[in-house]
């Protein structure tokens, strides 16, 4: 079956500290994989996504890499802001019909100035 | 421009009321999902039609009633729900199914009394 397992959180970091937050799946396939973010009290923005193997995903400063060999897609960012505080979904779907979306638990990330 | 339109943005109702959420996507998708998503968990998925028909409804209960009146605009009809109810009901929107990215709208919230 399909599953994403996310690292647990919270998660609090100062200002400028690099961040990883680690995202493995188990699928049926090749899925195509994802992060999205939750600022509080709004509703999903994609933040990026890899859909085939090697391919690495990037915005406002955030990467991840889609690793099959690890069933990984780690979430990282070289210099975290008080705006990048949020909570983060992994996601993964696996291009069958239904098109539905695996999410992981989600990781509340909490920057301080 | 990736933009899903919610309305209304928060919404009190009673246990007897009739009320609606709505949906609206501009970008030409052809799947449009609604998934409930309870505090500091992952989304769920509710239902999911394709070209303006119902293609998938997961286990609902039948006071959820979901209305799709056209390629553009989705509803969600809700009648005699619970206070367990009450919940962040996110609207989305993909080019069509099978493997294409999912948006997100900002959500509805939803506090049943």
């Known amino acids: 079956g399909n599953s994403v397992t996310q690292m647990e959180g919270p998660v609090t970091l100062s200002e400028e500290a690099f961040l990883t937050i680690n995202c493995t799946y188990t699928?049926?396939?090749?899925?195509?994989l994802f992060w999205y973010v939750q600022y509080p009290g709004e509703g999903l923005q994609l933040l990026l996504k890899?859909?085939?193997?090697?391919d690495k995903g990037s915005n406002k400063g955030f990467e991840a890499t889609y690793r099959k060999e690890t069933t990984s897609f780690h979430l990282e960012k070289g210099s975290v802001q008080v705006s990048d505080s949020a909570v983060y979904f992994c996601a993964l779907s696996d291009k069958t019909g239904a098109n539905n979306l695996f999410f992981g638990t989600g990781t509340r990330l909490t920057v301080i100035p | 421009d990736t933009e899903v339109t919610q309305t209304p943005k928060h919404l009190v109702m009673g246990m007897t009321n009739k009320k609606s959420l709505k949906c609206e996507q501009h970008?030409?998708?052809?799947?449009m999902y609604w998934y409930k998503q309870k505090a500091k968990k992952p989304p769920e998925l509710m239902f999911v039609y394709s070209y303006e028909k119902l293609s998938i409804n997961e286990s609902v209960p039948s006071r959820f009633s979901p209305e799709c009146p056209n390629s553009s605009l989705l509803n969600l009809h809700l009648h005699a729900l619970q206070p367990e109810d009450s919940a962040l009901y996110l609207c989305a929107s993909s080019r069509a199914l099978s493997g294409n990215t999912i948006y997100f709208g900002e959500g509805s919230w939803l506090t049943v009394v």
């Open positions: 699928a049926t396939g090749y899925p195509s």
């Open positions: 890899a859909t085939k193997a090697d």
């Open positions: 970008m030409g998708h052809r799947a």
